[in-house]
């Protein structure tokens, strides 16, 4: 029903600031009834670090920053909602306006630098609704002034673990000052291996799972994805937004804020990247495809190129969230149409492929 809706409102949303369009919509969605999914079809089913997910298609972070509306995403379809990015103190991040929609470009530029409630807020609203159905992840970051940001994703794994199936470690958001340079492979030693450590201490089974940025080199990826499998990270998340402005964007004067850009630009660059990470570590550890997904075609191009699960958010700004339906019923299709009965068998196969024909 939503999603029959949208077309009709969209015209309303748009004519209103990003930011102010979106905090409209979680209120919205907050005043929704509960609702669980429509079953998906058992084909879709995704058995992933110890979890089943019941379809692939997941919403990524930043949509519901503070977790205020989970089960309501769940209830549009998704096989997963990651909440966050949460950062241990309340920080309002920066200065309004800071997301830009890109309409011509199907893109969403974003520089909401880790905005935040806290870790406080989040850990009660996801303890209030721990017995309840639906997978569920969390983002976690550091604070823009801290003085020990390893100390804050400590902080943050330690109180949130218990309460959800992941935890996904976001060094990549480009809109915190040095938080990219987490990146480097000394630091996300250390970091890897104290948040595994208080996982470990807080909930054994809750996974974690590292997110990377695109405007990496094949170098840094080879010792990132090592890094990944000396400390038995169960995922890694490909890709955050990208800082990079290709030629092509036809907005060329939203093109020149600054912040990170997400949507169809990011296709070709997030699913090289993904490719070339899925050559790297095969079936050793699951990869998570995100970054321009708008169409089922995208989807099974994402698990293909190696994702095992998909996330999309910036594509719900122009095509709304009966999006999530469209892509799993694609994904069927082919499916049948390929006589395939598990969606794993198809993960990585083109993974050669598109990582020379993307670059």
Not at 149 to 167: G, S
Request: glycine share 10%; aromatic share 4%; net charge positive.
């Amino acid at each position: 029903m939503i999603g029959a809706v949208f077309p009709l409102i969209r015209p309303l949303l748009h004519r209103l600031d990003a930011e102010a369009a979106h905090g409209l919509t979680l209120r919205g969605l907050s005043l929704l009834p509960p609702r669980a999914p429509a079953p998906d079809d058992p084909r879709l089913a995704v058995e992933i670090f110890g979890r089943t997910f019941p379809n692939p298609v997941g919403l990524a972070a930043g949509f519901d920053k503070g977790a205020q509306v989970p089960d309501a995403l769940l209830g549009l379809g998704f096989g997963f909602v990651e909440v966050g990015g949460v950062v241990p103190k309340p920080q309002p991040g920066n200065p309004r306006p800071r997301v830009f929609r890109l309409a011509r470009d199907g893109a969403v530029i974003n520089r909401f630098g880790l905005n935040s409630e806290g870790l406080d807020v989040v850990t009660a609203r996801l303890a209030a609704r721990r017995q309840r159905p639906g997978r569920i992840g969390v983002n976690i970051g550091a604070n823009k002034d801290s003085a020990d940001r390893l100390a804050d994703y400590v902080a943050c794994t330690t109180a949130l673990a218990p309460l959800v199936d992941f935890v996904t470690v976001n060094v990549s958001s480009p809109n915190t000052p040095g938080l990219r340079d987490l990146q480097g492979e000394a630091f996300l030693d250390e970091l890897l291996a104290r948040v595994v450590a208080a996982r470990d201490a807080a909930r054994p089974e809750t996974a974690i799972l590292l997110k990377i940025a695109p405007d990496i080199g094949l170098d840094a990826l080879d010792a990132m994805t090592a890094t990944a499998l000396r400390r038995n990270v169960q995922a890694l998340v490909i890709s955050n937004t990208t800082v990079a402005r290709p030629a092509t964007l036809a907005e060329t004067a939203l093109a020149t804020e600054t912040g990170g850009l997400s949507g169809r630009p990011l296709f070709a660059p997030s699913t090289r990247l993904l490719a070339e990470a899925y050559l790297r570590v095969g079936s050793r550890i699951p990869l998570v495809g995100v970054g321009g997904i708008d169409s089922a075609q995208a989807a099974w191009t994402k698990l293909r190129a190696g994702a095992s699960l998909i996330q999309l958010y910036s594509a719900l700004v122009y095509a709304g969230p009966g999006l999530v339906t469209t892509i799993k019923s694609g994904l069927v299709e082919r499916m049948r149409q390929d006589g395939i009965q598990r969606l794993q068998d198809v993960v990585g196969k083109d993974a050669a492929d598109l990582a020379r024909d993307l670059s």
